[in-house]
């Protein structure tokens, strides 16, 4: 909950940045200021309704797929392994709980004029976003984007999964990490994923704050999307709101991986 908490007002920049015309990430981060100093938390409560269940099948799944793919009498299993273990946990979790939360979430950022948004009502409420999103578009609108969040929670999980390996330093096989380390492990692990991932990330949030709806296939929506974007704006477009996303995923891998070694030696 800390993380989310401290880090929430980041990504709320993020899909500003994204539909904004202008370039400066200062522009967003005034525009939502105007608004109202707590529009850096709007979205807050579809976060906070599926962060616990994401946390929880992360880790669960993580776990679980590691155990399958370490060898027997193997102690740790390969950095591949732990590579592919964390790619299907990221991947699970986006299937599970991420998109649906994310789609509620952007909804609420980007909804209405003032936003920029393509949908003309204002959402006042996650529930009430969650409500109205169903009965006018179907349930299956909250997996929209589904692919993209994968991919991107995929290999998010999979560049952290190494993060917290002990093998070159072993004086810390039996007792683990100090915090620190942890902390600044997460930080530095969870910040390479926005950077190689942004174009993922700006597709998807594009994708998930429409309210198109269509027989069009995701493969080519995405890739009408995608040449949209570059014949308008560039290729740099699509690393827009990279730095938001940098600083969020970097501070929470390293808030939660310190708070998840420590649970760890407590339990």
Known sequence: MMEV??????????????ISSEKSIMFCIRKIYQRSPMAFYRGLGAVMV??????????TSFETYKAAL???GENTPS?????????????TEAVLVVT???????????AGKNYGGSLPIGYRTAPEAYVTTVRTEGIWTLWRGVSLTAARQGTNQAGTSNSAKTDSQPQYQSTGLPPW???????????LGPLANAPLDTLKTQIQKSSQTGKTSSASQVSRLFQQIVQNEGYMALYKGTLPRVLRVGVGQSVTFMTYELLRKVW
């Open 5 to 18: 908490l401290i880090c929430h007002p980041l990504p709320n920049e993020g899909p500003i940045h994204f």
């Open 70 to 72: 370490t060898k027997r």
């Open 50 to 59: 599926g962060i616990m269940p994401k946390m929880a099948i992360r880790f």
């Open 79 to 91: 950095l591949v392994r732990l590579f592919v273990a964390g790619l299907a946990a990221g991947m």
């Open 100 to 110: 649906p939360t994310e789609v509620i979430k952007i909804r609420l950022q980007t």
């Open 181 to 191: 380390q942890t902390a600044l492990s997460g930080f530095l692990a969870g910040s």
